[in-house]
């Protein structure tokens, strides 16, 4: 008879456990879903694309499972991201707060896209071309190791690739891609237009005139010639192509 009241009794303790599971996880459930997200600090990446990373899984959307995915945890590796923190504002706001390697440029080396850094360190390798970084072409390389700086032979290279990508973002130009000779003179692509600047003299002078005259170029297929362009009274003349 005893055991037959303590079975009863264990039974009844686990149905009202269940209950309480249940209910709370229902709680849980709908009023700690997410209904708010910000995303900040993304620039190589959509906000949508950055929910899809930070919030997948069956629970992804679930403050109180964000909290405890995250809480003093990396989020997994996301290409071209270095960092990114959740903070949860609310039981249904998330903030995502996200800090971006900082690319220089890209080059290509068998098949693969691999970024690289001001100081010319592989950052990122990708199948992927990421908008708003220049293409660079024209560097002769052997090999490319990641997280190794890129073997070219004159290494000021990449301080110059960091400042043409610095003033063609100051007078919000984007360029196709970047070519360097052998002598470091630098063309810039735009469909079928090339700008050929030359040296890195007077790069400033020339890339603020360039803003003026890429509009005039649309439907054209030629080179610029803006080498001896100096912004006080140099020349610039457009070589159309043959037919």
Known sequence: MRTGKKTIIIFVILLVLIVLVTSVLTVIRYKY??????????????DQEIIDLVMKGKYGHNSVYLYLKYHNKEVESIPFIQQTDIELVSPTEVKITV????????????????????????VESSNRQME????????????????EKLPVEDETVFRLILNITQLLTKYSITTDR?????????????????IYLGTSDHLD?????????????????GVLHMENYTGEGGTFTFEKDDE
Do not use: C, M, W
Not at 34 to 46: A, P
């Open 33 to 46: 879903s997410v209904t708010t997200v910000e995303v900040t600090g993304n620039e190589h990446y959509t």
């Open 99 to 122: 800090y971006e390697k900082a690319v220089a440029g890209y080059v290509e080396y068998l098949g693969h896209y691999l970024y690289f850094d001001k100081d010319g360190i592989v």
């Open 132 to 147: 708003g970084i220049p293409f660079v072409t024209g560097l002769h390389f052997d090999h490319i190791v990641l997280h």
């Open 178 to 194: 970047i070519y360097f000779d052998s002598a470091d003179h630098i063309t810039l692509y735009f469909g079928q237009v090339r």
């Open 205 to 221: 002078e020339k890339i603020n005139k360039l803003q003026y005259l890429l509009p005039k170029l649309e439907g054209f297929s």
